[in-house]
């Protein structure tokens, strides 16, 4: 098999469906701070997990995290709590990406759900020598698909504009 059958093939667009990640787990006392309520950092830890899955999905190549932008805490999650985490991708460039990380709450015994964050996070897609490589474009077919992606798009501006600034 050629090289340039390989990469086309690799470069196939996809939907954002295909590489859509939830993740779930248990918060446990070995997660939290003192007043019982999980931690920051670990919350950010499995929000960078979730988009990276979600992201690897997409483009099939290494990755690293380029921006998280800014990052708040609605509510705490709880010890013996679930924390569920949605990772979608929003929008694609050229060898960077976005994705949409929103985490929820979800109390065992009742069920009852609350979304405590929403993280947008862009990751881009590097060879092992440093080097940037292409990201499959994503195929944008509904109208909240279209919106979602068009949103991405003025994220991105406005992260460009801030790293320039520096
Ligand atoms: C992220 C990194 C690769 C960007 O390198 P760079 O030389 O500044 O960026 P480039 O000019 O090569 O741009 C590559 C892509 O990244 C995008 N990009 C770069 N910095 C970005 C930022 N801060 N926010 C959003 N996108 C960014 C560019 O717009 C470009 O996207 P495109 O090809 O889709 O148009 C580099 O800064 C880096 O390696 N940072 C450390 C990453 C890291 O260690 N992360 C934590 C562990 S994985």
């Known amino acids: ?98 994705v949409q990380v929103d985490v929820f709450s979800e109390e065992t015994l009742t069920g009852r759900r609350m979304l405590t964050s929403r993280a947008f996070l862009t990751f881009v897609a590097v060879d092992r020598t440093g080097g940037r490589v292409p990201i499959p474009p994503l195929i944008v077919e509904t109208e909240d698909e279209r919106r979602v992606c068009q949103e991405a798009q003025a994220r991105r501006a406005e992260r460009l504009k801030k790293k320039g600034a520096r």
Do not use: Y
């Not at 701070?33 to 499995?46: D, R, S």
């Open 1 to 98: 098999m050629s090289g340039s059958a390989t990469t086309s093939r690799a470069l196939e667009p996809k939907r954002a469906s295909e590489s859509a990640t939830e993740m779930v787990q248990v918060v446990l006392p070995n997660d939290a701070n003192p007043l019982g309520f999980i931690l920051g950092g670990t919350v950010m830890h499995l929000i960078d997990m979730a988009g990276a899955i979600a992201c690897h999905r997409h483009s099939r190549s290494l990755l690293v995290t380029a921006a998280v932008d800014d990052l708040q805490f609605l509510h705490p999650i709880k010890v013996g709590d679930l924390i569920i985490l949605k990772a979608r991708v929003t929008c694609v460039f050229t060898t960077s990406l976005e």
